[in-house]
């Protein structure tokens, strides 16, 4: 059964870190892609991060995050990180784990077939 689950989530002040994780089940990184995606209060939903391949180097990054988000594999652990650093006020939104099959990276969310619940990562003082 393909599945992905979030967790992680928090509160963080500005600038502060947080880790969070995907774990998945059902296929492998060398099949699917992993894509992060968010969504902030009246805001549409954006592409954050994607990864494909299970030495992660097919990887991409939204423009509002590079320099100050990876995203990285644990392949024993089944499981994908996106270490966020040097958060913002607007990183403030649930963030969700989605997988499309048999493809490559891409941040759009459209054609992501499974999702996760969703976790609240909050970025204030």
């Known amino acids: 059964q393909v599945q992905v689950v979030e967790s992680g989530g928090g509160l963080v002040q500005p600038g502060g870190s947080l880790r969070l994780s995907c774990q998945f089940s059902?296929?492998?990184?060398?099949?699917?892609?992993i894509g992060w995606f968010r969504q902030a209060p009246g805001k549409e939903r954006e592409g954050v991060s994607c990864?494909?391949?299970?030495?992660?180097?097919?990887?991409l990054h939204a423009d509002s995050v590079k320099g100050r988000f990876t995203i990285s594999p644990d392949n024993a652990k089944n499981t994908v990180y996106l270490q966020m650093n040097s958060l913002k006020p607007e990183d403030t939104a649930v963030y969700y784990c989605?997988?499309?099959?048999?493809?490559?990276?891409?941040?759009?969310?459209?054609?992501?077939?499974?999702w996760g619940q969703g976790t609240q990562v909050t970025v204030s003082s």
């Open positions: 989605a997988t499309d099959p048999w493809s490559n990276c891409y941040l759009e969310d459209y054609e992501y077939d499974y």
């Open positions: 059902g296929f492998t990184l060398d099949d699917y892609a």
């Open positions: 990864i494909r391949g299970s030495d992660g180097h097919d990887i």
